[in-house]
């Protein structure tokens, strides 16, 4: 209980105002989220356009929780967060480049778990956000409960990476994803990722019921792009036709591919089956005309970030996983 009450709510500038969003309109809102999707395509080469427009959607029906800064009379950023059963995610936190500090985005990270830690259903809260300044020394709001931990944005020129094959070293049939692997994938990502660090920065991989979400979502919804199934892949044991690898892919740009998923199970890991499936789904972007590829991985993952670094990728951003549990 008392851990609840403890967040340390960072004081204000005297000029600034911090109010509910729902209090505004998409109209208000419209310099700061034309400038928002700027900064994805300059930036990320990431087309945020439809997820602003789902913005200015659920904010003009007053659908859309969270907070605004008010500066000299206008939104100068905002965030907002969604209620998933006993979870809550952070959605999107952003501010004009003008007005952002460290202090700024930190009344908007304070303010949404001030916002959401009373209420009793919930129990943990995640986010990952990407145009939030990365800084490791960064005062978190229930810092008892909260863990950071540094995830890497990589990018690679798919006109200079390496898609030449690797050798497999355990026989294998590799076919596009369809859906009917859904379930065996949700299995596969629960038991790939048992114990491991991801699992504390998103808890859906924590079991299959989860991961089945998790694969919905990606299929689903727009907020890793647009699925793309051709550059999506699903590799099978050769003798025994169980599942025990994935690649799935989708499109952030008309000239940009993004890896949400590559997992394969503990067994086959060392035997060059992510390689190959990572190869595969790199070199389906390029046929489809596609100059580049992106991906995130969390720094700690050391043998991913040797792979992704071998085919070509480069970090080209830094950021924070938030995760708060237990308060």
Known sequence: MAARLQLNQPRPPDFVDLVDLRSLTARDLEPLLEEEVSAWREELEWQFDLSASLVRRFVDLRALTGSALIEHGKPTGY????????????????????????????????????????????NRIESQLLMLQYDPARRLPLAACGHAYERLFMRVDLREADLGAGKLRRPAYIENWTDRYHDEAAQLIAAAYAGHIDSRINDQYRNAMGARRFLFNIV?????????????????????????GISLASLVAPESGHITQICVSNGARGTGLGHELLRRSLATFKEAGCKSASLTVTAANADAVALYERVGFRTARQFSAYAWEGF
């Open 220 to 244: 689903q919804f727009p907020g890793c792009g647009a699925f793309f199934r051709p550059a999506s892949y699903a590799a099978f044991e050769a003798d025994t036709g169980k599942l025990f």
């Open 79 to 122: 965030m907002y967060y969604v209620l998933e059963d006993n979870k809550a995610l952070i959605g999107d936190l952003y501010l004009q480049r003008e007005f952002r500090t460290v202090e700024r985005e930190n009344m908007l990270l304070h303010a949404a778990v001030q916002a959401i830690a009373p209420n009793r259903q919930i």
